[in-house]
Nanobody, 123 residues
Framework: VQLQAFGGGSVQAGGSLRLSCAAS????????MGWFRRASGKEREFVAV????????KYADSVMGRFTISRDNAKNTVYLQMNGLKPEDTAIYYC?????????????????WGQGTLVTVSS
């Protein structure tokens, strides 16, 4: 089972990026999917999570109103649309698949992790 995140890059503050996470090896249509990030020198933190049908989502306070998580189960892919990016959003972003259909965003809920994609936001 592999999760591959891509779409990262360098943008100026206020810009947008859309991250994608494609799964291979098995389908995750019955699993909650999440995005986490790790900034340099900091612990990995929760960003957003979506339920298996995409009808329930949760966001970290720091990204609420700026980021949107979505999924396309037919494509076995989850997305993170990031608008209004700030320098403090600079981090490696990881996608992950939870063990169950719903998750509140706790890292312990997630069993499969992708390798991450770097997002750099300059001021």
């Amino acid at each position: 089972v592999q999760l591959q995140a891509f779409g990262g890059g360098s943008v100026q503050a206020g810009g947008s990026l859309r991250l994608s996470c494609a799964a291979s090896g098995r389908r995750f249509s019955n699993n909650a999917m999440g995005w986490f990030r790790r900034a340099s020198g900091k612990e990995r933190e929760f960003v957003a999570v979506t339920s298996w049908r995409g009808d329930v989502t949760k966001y970290a306070d720091s990204v609420m109103g700026r980021f949107t998580i979505s999924r396309d189960n037919a494509k076995n892919t989850v997305y993170l649309q990031m608008n209004g990016l700030k320098p403090e959003d600079t981090a490696i972003y990881y996608c992950a698949a939870a063990r169950k259909s719903y998750s509140g965003g706790s890292e312990s809920d997630f069993a499969s992790w992708g390798q991450g994609t770097l997002v750099t936001v300059s001021s």
